[in-house]
C-alpha cells in the first residue's frame, strides 16, 4: 500500500509561517481529494484541510483564513502553507486521501513555540 511521506516541519515562534508537503510515491495525487490531518500531543488525530479534484478547498474553523493547502500536479505534490502559527496548531502533520486510500506516514512534527 502507497504510503505518504510528510516533510517541511519544525519548531518555530508563535506567529511564524511553514510550509509543508507531501508526495506519494506511485500515485497521482490530482485523481484524489487529498487532505491534512494533525495530531496534537495526547489529541485524536484531526482533519485540517481538503483539497478536492476539481481543486475547491476545504478547512477547519480553527485554521481558516491561515492555512493554504494546495497542489503541484507537475510534481505530484500536496502542500500546506501555514501562517500566523499559534501554540495550539504543535502537532504532527499527516497527509492522507479523504478516503484515508493510503497507509499513514511517519508525519512531520511542527512545534510552535517561543
Known amino acids: 500500500q502507497a504510503q505518504p511521506v510528510e516533510s517541511g516541519g519544525g519548531l518555530v515562534q508563535p506567529g511564524g509561517s511553514l510550509t509543508l508537503s507531501c508526495v506519494v510515491s506511485?500515485?497521482?495525487?490530482?485523481?484524489?481529494?487529498m487532505a491534512w490531518y494533525r495530531q496534537p500531543p495526547g489529541k485524536e488525530r484531526e482533519l485540517v484541510a481538503t483539497i478536492f479534484s476539481n481543486d475547491y478547498t476545504n478547512y477547519a474553523d480553527s485554521v481558516k483564513g491561515r492555512f493554504t493547502i494546495s497542489r503541484d500536479n507537475t510534481k505530484n505534490a500536496v502542500y500546506l502553507r501555514m501562517l500566523s502559527l499559534e501554540s495550539e496548531d504543535t502537532a504532527v502533520y499527516y497527509c492522507?486521501?479523504?478516503?484515508?486510500?493510503?497507509?499513514w506516514g511517519k508525519g512531520t512534527l511542527v512545534t510552535v513555540s517561543s
Open positions: 506511485g500515485s497521482i495525487l490530482r485523481l484524489y481529494d
Open positions: 492522507n486521501a479523504r478516503t484515508l486510500r493510503y497507509s
